[in-house]
């Protein structure tokens, strides 16, 4: 579980009461508008509605704000992911991400890892670059 008295417990310690900030909340109703960072490590790809999320991420942002989205590099076809990494991927997927996803109420939306075209999407729109 994150301690986001932890986390503050540290940025402070570095020297950075005021400019750094930590919350946990839901991706899709997080409060904000001026956010200079929004950070997605490893977890789009397990919500309920990655879409939703990453619009109210948008929405969020300061004029100058940046969405850091990382997620596993997976293959875009099936045969890419016919390797030891790949195959760790699909069994998590089936065990984590997915019941994830269902438990959310929302079966179906998720967004597969790598490169995805909804992702990708998105990012155009909103003048982001994708970097691989």
């Given at each position: 579980m994150i301690d986001e008295t932890k986390l503050q417990a540290l940025a402070d310690d570095a020297g950075l009461f005021t400019q750094v900030t930590f919350e946990i909340a839901a991706a899709t109703s997080f409060p904000g508008h001026r956010n200079d960072l929004i950070a997605y490590i490893d977890c789009l790809h397990d919500m309920g509605d990655p879409v939703v999320a990453l619009e109210h991420a948008r929405e969020a942002l300061s004029a100058d704000g940046t969405v850091l989205l990382v997620e596993p590099a997976a293959g875009e076809k099936v045969e890419e992911n016919l390797n030891p990494v790949g195959?760790?991927?699909?069994?998590?997927?089936?065990?984590?991400?997915?019941?994830?996803?269902?438990?959310?109420?929302?079966?179906?939306?998720?967004?597969?890892q790598g490169r995805s075209p909804r992702k990708t999407k998105w990012a155009g729109r909103g003048g982001h670059r994708i970097c691989r």
């Open positions: 195959r760790v991927y699909s069994g998590v997927s089936v065990l984590c991400c997915s019941p994830n996803a269902i438990a959310m109420s929302s079966a179906g939306k998720q967004i597969r």
